[in-house]
């Protein structure tokens, strides 16, 4: 009898495994960055109100066009951007703001980003959810951070802009 339990968890553990792997999205590796650099990846899903990672829309790396939905009276647009924080070997401090252009404010949601990638960290990631605009048109996402690396005191800048596609 205890056997025959711990062959049903092992297996539910497999499966709620597999199915999180699958369905997470994956985190972009950079490319042509020199190692001990620091960097931001990205992925951006869309989908509905209760799963805005229903749908793959595009990530850093490799680079592609970037199309969301536009939120409708009847149906609502959702979006999740995932920002991956790359480590540079030691502790590795980021530190500026992010602006996000496509969600459903008036304006830009603009946010102050402060976030550290430990040394023995290799990544630190955050999401940012929101109602996608109903006006179609071509939005940006902008980073503009300094990464300051804790080891030797340097401070490289980090810029990143994102076109966005709202249809």
Known sequence: MRNLMRARLFILAAAVGLLTTTCAPRVPRPANVTPGTPNVTWVLMYGE???PDQEFACQ???RTDCVLPASRADAESFSDIHFYYHG???RTHYEGTRSIGFFQVSGSFTSRI????DKNQSITNQSVSGIVTSTPGTYMVALSLTATLSDTGKTVPVQETIQITVK
């Open 114 to 117: 402060d976030v550290t990638v």
């Open 88 to 90: 540079a070997g030691g």
């Open 49 to 51: 109100r209760d799963n």
């Open 60 to 62: 850093s790396v490799p």
